[in-house]
């Protein structure tokens, strides 16, 4: 016998026993995944115009036509509204309809802080309107911002989106904004505040929508709706941006308190104890981290004296990371307070990111949160900062001694408010009142991946926690989405 065949045999039979283990699927391929999580940006808003994908050019008159608040189309957009009024450096009278925000008569650049639509929880149900998604204007807060899209073709990313994966049916897990999709990224669910004051909740009609306040216009064409949203749903479950307990958070500690907490009186979210990617990963043996851009500041920046103005926490000054604690989603919970083990052995700083990277000592799973600076996030940074950083990790992740079974998932958190022509999933294995919210980017960058291809298969946060759960064989979470794809369709067989 040949000693090909014989070898090829003596496997078979080896595997028989167990003592080789057969890989099943693609992902089987795959021993580090890496999340990298960027802010706020529809796929229309930034990948429109990508040849080959699901893009304006596809929209219908309906989803491109936007509608006031009593269903009439709009005789034209609005202004751009700022702080509610009429912004001065922005044209009006812009036709009803997407247009291109870097082309003129806006002219804005890539490099430039421009306008961030509102994307709260009810506002997002009500923009995407049964799937029609026409009124993301009516439904906002910035006029005729919110149907603003891009051409990315010179941008950074876009690059790695065609040499790569690029998902074009990529869905939000939630309706909304960053602090509840934050926990779908790690826990797909919602966070729970049974005991929440009164002047927290959302005061909904009869229909389940937002009160307006007596002084909301009548048309989004004389200003942005006035209503009464709040943090907490009516039977108490947080979905708008709420601060954690934990240090670093947005509520500084209560004078003469313990410098580890914020306020109690000022009601952060109770500590959660729903069950974590987190917790199936370490039940399983998995190393895991959350790297944070500006995690190490902010925390000592958190346990200033509330007397004291903070440097690094919400605050925009320059030379500031803008760190947002409520993109912080572990710190929401128990099992990671102050002075726990879980903690110190996962929730890590951006910085020991980059040196792990450098090191080739990237544990499995890895999920990494830029600076606020650095994350694209509207109205406190720009597109192109966070486009040349999120390239230069890939260039660095790419160069790594564990590129070779690494899988690197760059996804955005959530919409931003901004309009987006495809309707979310809905129906049984899909829809629940959680979500799925609006469509976002999602590029698939690894040596397994399929070249210059765009999927679409339809995805939303939760693929992401699916992938992971396959691949090392964790516990499921029961908030994944039955009929979410596992991101295989994305690599090679």
Not at 300 to 328: L, M
Request: with cysteine; proline share 9%.
């Amino acid at each position: 016998m040949k000693r090909p065949i014989a070898f090829a045999l003596a496997i078979l039979l080896l595997a028989g026993c167990g003592a080789v283990s057969v890989r099943e699927s693609a992902l089987d391929r795959i021993d580090t995944i890496v999340v990298v999580y960027a802010e706020n940006h529809s796929f229309d808003n930034l990948y429109g115009l990508f040849p080959g994908a699901n893009g304006v050019a596809n929209a219908t008159a309906g989803q491109m036509t936007q509608v006031d608040h009593d269903g009439t189309p709009l005789a034209r957009l609005p202004a751009v509204y700022t702080a509610g009024k009429p912004d001065p450096k922005y044209p009006q009278g812009l036709p009803n309809g997407a247009f291109r925000i870097d082309a003129a008569p806006t002219n804005a650049r890539i490099d430039q802080v421009v306008p961030s639509p509102i994307h709260n929880y009810w506002h997002n149900i009500e923009q995407i309107n049964g799937g029609r998604n026409n009124k993301f204007v009516a439904s906002g807060t910035a006029g005729s911002w919110a149907m603003g899209y891009y051409d990315g073709s010179n941008q950074k990313l876009w690059q790695w989106a065609r040499r790569y994966t690029l998902a074009d049916s990529f869905f939000m897990g939630a309706f909304g904004g960053s602090f509840l999709n934050h926990q779908y990224l790690i826990c797909a669910c919602t966070p729970a505040y049974s005991d929440a004051p009164a002047s927290i909740r959302a005061q909904l009609d009869e229909r389940g929508v937002m009160k307006r306040r007596p002084a909301s216009p009548a048309s989004v064409l004389e200003g942005p709706m006035q209503v009464f949203d709040g943090q907490v749903t009516p039977d108490g479950y947080v979905v708008n941006t709420s601060q954690p307990a934990y240090q670093p958070s947005g509520i500084a500690p209560a004078p003469g308190g313990k410098l580890d907490l914020a306020d109690p009186a000022k009601f952060p979210v109770p500590p959660q104890t729903a069950k974590t990617i987190g917790d199936t990963l370490s039940a399983r043996g998995i190393s895991w981290a959350w790297y944070g851009g500006g995690w190490n500041q902010a925390l000592a920046d958190g346990r200033r004296d509330p007397a004291e103005k903070r440097a690094v926490i919400y605050n925009r000054d320059a030379g500031s990371p803008i760190f947002q604690p409520h993109h912080q989603p572990f710190n929401y919970f128990a099992r990671f307070a102050p002075g726990s083990a879980d903690r110190a052995n996962h929730l890590k700083d951006g910085g020991q990111f980059l040196e792990a990277i450098e090191s080739g000592t990237l544990p499995q799973v890895v999920f990494y949160k830029p600076a606020g600076r650095l994350t694209q996030h509207p109205s406190y940074t720009d597109i192109q900062s966070g486009d040349i950083h999120i390239s230069d990790v890939l260039e660095r992740l790419e160069k790594s001694t564990q590129w070779r079974s690494m899988l690197v998932i760059v996804t955005y958190d959530e919409n931003g408010g901004y309009w987006d022509h495809v309707p979310p999933p809905t129906g049984p294995g899909w829809g629940d009142r959680w979500g799925p919210g609006t469509r976002v980017p999602t590029i698939i960058v690894s040596p397994h991946a399929k070249r210059g291809y765009v999927d679409h298969t339809s995805y939303d946060t939760t693929s992401i926690l699916k992938a992971i759960t396959k691949r090392f064989g964790l516990e499921p979470l029961p908030g994944a989405r039955q009929n979410a794809g596992d991101l295989s369709n994305a690599l090679l067989p």
